[in-house]
T-cell receptor, first 118, second 115 residues
Framework: NAGVMQNPRHLVRRRGQEARLRCSPM?????VYWYRQLPEEGLKFMVY????????ESGMPKERFSAEFPKEGPSILRIQQVVRGDSAAYFC????????????????FGPGTRLLVL | GDSVTQMEGPVTLSEEAFLTINCTYT??????LFWYVQYPGEGLQLLLK???ADDKGSNKGFEATYRKETTSFHLEKGSVQVSDSAVYFC?????WGAGSYQLTFGKGTKLSVIP
């Protein structure tokens, strides 16, 4: 069973460029979460998506960041006009379905994309 | 809002020593609790979890008990190995009004085990 796949593993961008991070969930999983890990910090929630729907984007910066999870293909986290403060590790996690009130499901994490903005 | 506080590292232990990493939480709902482990350059792996009070999660010799009265979920292992060197994250998830179950993480505790 392939786990959560993320690519690229490492991404270098200059200030002002765009960064596109991809996440393919585990087979059979239709729910995707994105988290950001700043140096020496824990992971912070960014966005939760189902196929073709953004369910919760309360952790997303209001500008320059967007996410999608199309009907076909991977989930994409897009950062426009990157700045040095965007340098971080970005992790994607997937689960088989949304977690119901009586059944807490586990999120499975990918290896992350380490973004460096020069 | 929900939050997780775990002991600051780094923690350095000799092989076969006893490990405790403290974790306490605040949550508005009734959370499920997790420990994740991150090896250098890798993503997070679920180590263990507990979904209700007094549950004990265990895996690979690690244990943690969900203590609702003290809002704690301390991680323990009786005899650590060099291969346990990693960063350990305590986390929780609670139901959320719009149906989102985001994980809230502590800052992580780096463990180094020396031979």
């Amino acid at each position: 069973n392939a786990g959560v796949m993320q690519n690229p593993r490492h991404l270098v961008r200059r200030r002002g460029q765009e960064a596109r991070l991809r996440c393919s969930p585990m087979k059979g999983h239709s729910h995707v979460y994105w988290y950001r890990q700043l140096p020496e910090e824990g992971l912070k929630f960014m966005v939760y998506l189902q196929k073709e729907n953004i369910i919760d984007e309360s952790g997303m910066p209001k500008e320059r960041f967007s996410a999608e999870f199309p009907k076909e293909g991977p989930s994409i986290l897009r950062i426009q006009q990157v700045v040095r403060g965007d340098s971080a590790a970005y992790f994607c996690a997937s689960s088989p379905r949304g977690q119901g009130a009586t059944y807490q499901e586990t999120q499975y994490f990918g290896p992350g994309t380490r973004l460096l903005v020069l | 809002g929900d939050s997780v506080t775990q002991m600051e590292g780094p923690v350095t232990l000799s092989e076969e020593a006893f490990l405790t990493i403290n974790c306490t939480y605040t949550a508005t709902g009734y959370p499920s609790l997790f420990w994740y482990v991150q090896y250098p350059g890798e993503g997070l792996q679920l180590l263990l979890k507990a979904t209700k009070a007094d549950d004990k999660g265990s895996n690979k010799g690690f244990e943690a008990t969900y203590r609702k009265e003290t809002t704690s979920f301390h991680l323990e292992k009786g005899s650590v190995q060099v291969s346990d060197s990693a960063v350990y994250f305590c986390a929780l998830t609670t139901s959320w009004g719009a149906g989102s179950y985001q994980l809230t993480f502590g800052k992580g505790t780096k463990l180094s085990v020396i031979p």
